[in-house]
């Protein structure tokens, strides 16, 4: 099933690659992967979906502690967590597909962040599921680029993933 | 307080850090670390003749002696050589520090002369990697090094330093930390309690269990509990190739090596087992032959300073994650608190099969081989003779093929650091340097590389280095003219069709080739001269021996997993199967 790892790792050379080499080396899959550094400065967070099963989590898991750069790992998928996935989506734009295209983009909650003479780009985030959704509903409209961050995630009250 | 360049700090740390001999090889990034290297005493420096003996060395000397194993290499090609002696330190769990030179920072990724980027290309074979960037860095990072390489599951750490951060004019207050504490790095020592006491209750009410023991109770220093444990449950003990001298090798309750060129009664029984006690091991393929018929039968008590090692291969009924020393003298004190002992009907029973196994295809009872006929000597014989000259008390290192199954299986160890080989990764070329390594750390004792043909050729360089540092090992060459083990399973799985294991009369004289680096070579090709020419090799306390002994060049490591099966399905011999 689809699992999304929340790490907090030292803000180090290197760290990133130690992960992402881990990943390739052992043969387990990375569906996205979001890393910047957090309030601390010291310490980056790294967002990671993959599709495992209960066994090869744990292994993940387990070999993610085994590195000396990481800090913390949880899985956000054990309990409740918001998800968001940022997109940047470029499209040709003009004529009557101008207004269909906006109308579209208002059903969604996106913005129109770029305005060409025949192309917007729009901004949209949420859930993955929706941000596909909305690819579809652009139908017919030519889409030139789309460029997503990958899943950020979050665990809902008060717990914090800290150091 | 003092002030040092970071070559000197480097150095300093390093002694500070308790090395006292440093395995490498100069060039021109680690020149200023070598100059400071030259205006002191305190670190003795061995210069060997390729980088992968200096890190096979320091890894035969970490094993001997428990303490990390230091090596120093330049930029480049320097630090790729060390590779696979890096690799081959991560496999086995052996804790090492290597030092590489690099260019300076603002050549870095300018594909400068003699550049590697270090810490990827070892990122995957290492515990842990840094690149110092500033010469105030220099002991505090040494120090870590040393704490991560050698603490929780040892392993082997790169540290790359740039040749600006070493510059001798730039000097700067010297500091080694007194504590180290890294926030993410805190491994565990002991183990939980509630763990040990289930565990405590399945071995109380075992009826069939075997201790399945491996290189974790040599590194966590865990034999004499492990004994202690043995003897109080008197349970019978089987040690993988890593933990080979973690249980005494003559004991009773020793059953032999298991795995895939493990004993009969070692194999049958883990199969048989209804409890296994795996202490220090990580349930690797060589072991286990097809994993979902390992021991089917068997609750599974696993015990591994590493928790990424349980339940990796083979799920554990019963995790403890904690050092075997501690978890094991726990488990003792508990057994010995509650003043109970496995049924002991039970258990002669189970004796008596392990007994009665022995006795059918027993290694050391009913030998897996046949006799030397005539003038021929068996491979095995030769073992059995350098275990009978030695009284079983030499070091022996190894390096990889038939010769170490052999040495593993007719060499009874019967202390801990007796054995060295490369178990993990299958490195060739390990067992001379390696062997180096552990007469470094006992000087006057017996150490003999136990080696063939092929793989002695693999480093065979460091003859000389032998030569130089006063380093009197023993090369027990059994020179079956042919990359035997390749040679076996052609022989097994691809109908004799013998591809590239001849060498066509090319191989050297070894005995006049050991003669030209200044040593003594003996050639031993008549079973009757075995014995004598063997004496002769320890005779020499002194020199560098190099034997060639002409082995029998049809025969095969047995017994042999059958493989897809179980660990109870075995080849005994070239025609007869479990």
Known sequence: MRRILSVLLE???????????LFSQR?????????????????????????????TIEKITKQLHKLIDVVKVTDLTDGLHIERELMLVKVKASGDARAEVKRVVDIFRGQIIDVGSASYVIQLAGVSAKLDAFIEALGETAVLEVVRSGVSGIMRGERALRA | MELLSGGEATIRALRDSGVRYLWGYPGGAALHIYDALFRQDDVKHILMRHEQGATHAADGYARATGEVGAVLVTSGPGATNAITGIATAYMDSIPLVVISGQVPQEKIGGDAFQETDMIGVSRPIVKHSFMIRRAEDVAETIAKAFYIAR??????????????????????????????????????????????????????????????????????????????????????????????GGYPGSDRQFVGMLGMHGTFEA?????????????????????????????PGAQIIHIDVDPSSISKNVPADIPIVGACDAVLDEMIEQIETAGERPDPAALAEWWQQ??????????????????????????????????????????????????????????????????????G????????????????????????????????????????????????????????????????????????????????????????????YGHVGLRVEHIDELEDKLRECFSYKDRVVFVDIQVDPHEHVYPMHVSPGSMRDLWLSKTERT
């Open chain 1, 27 to 55: 043969g387990y899959n990375i569906d996205s992967l979001t890393v910047a550094p957090t309030e601390d400065a010291t310490l980056s967070r790294m967002t990671l979906t993959t599709q495992s099963d209960d066994l």
């Open chain 1, 11 to 21: 803000n180090e050379p290197g760290a990133l690659s130690r992960v992402v080499g």
């Open chain 2, 425 to 516: 990764l299958g490195t060739m070329g390990y067992g001379l340097p390696a062997a180096m390594g552990v007469q470094m750390a006992f000087p006057g004792a017996d150490v003999a590389c136990v080696t063939g043909e092929g793989s002695i050729q693999m480093c065979i360089q460091e003859l000389s280095a032998c030569t130089q540092h006063q380093l009197p090992v023993k090369i027990i060459n059994l020179n079956n003219q042919a990359l035997g083990m390749v040679k076996q399973w052609q022989d097994m799985q691809y109908g004799s069709r013998y591809s590239q294991i001849l060498y066509e009369d090319s191989l050297p004289d070894f005995v006049k080739l050991a003669e030209a």
């Open chain 2, 354 to 423: 392990i007994d009665e196994w022995r006795r059918r295809h027993g290694l050391y009872t009913a030998p897996r081989h046949e006799p030397s006929v005539g003038t021929l000597i068996k491979p095995q014989d030769a073992v059995r003779a350098l275990y009978k000259v030695t009284a079983g008390k030499a070091y022996i290192t190894s390096d990889v093929g038939q010769h170490q199954m052999f040495a593993a299986q007719y060499y009874l160890f019967d202390k801990p650091r007796q054995w060295f080989n490369s178990g």
């Open chain 2, 151 to 244: 603490s929780g599951r040892p392993g082997p750490v790169v540290v790359d330093i740039p040749k600006d951060v070493t510059d001798p004019n730039y000097k700067v207050p010297y500091r080694y930390p007194d504590k180290i504490r890294i926030r993410s790095y805190q491994p565990s020592t002991k183990g939980h309690s509630g763990q040990i006491r289930r565990a405590v209750k399945v071995l109380l009410e075992a009826r069939r269990p075997v201790i399945y023991a491996g290189g974790g109770i040599i590194l966590g220093n865990a034999a004499d509990q492990l004994t202690r444990l043995a003897r109080q449950l008197n349970f019978p003990v089987t040690n993988t190739l890593m933990g080979l």
């Open chain 2, 267 to 295: 194999n049958t029984a883990m199969h048989h087992a209804d409890v296994i006690l795996a202490v220090g091991v990580r349930f690797d393929d060589r072991v286990t032959n097809t994993p979902d018929r390992f021991c």
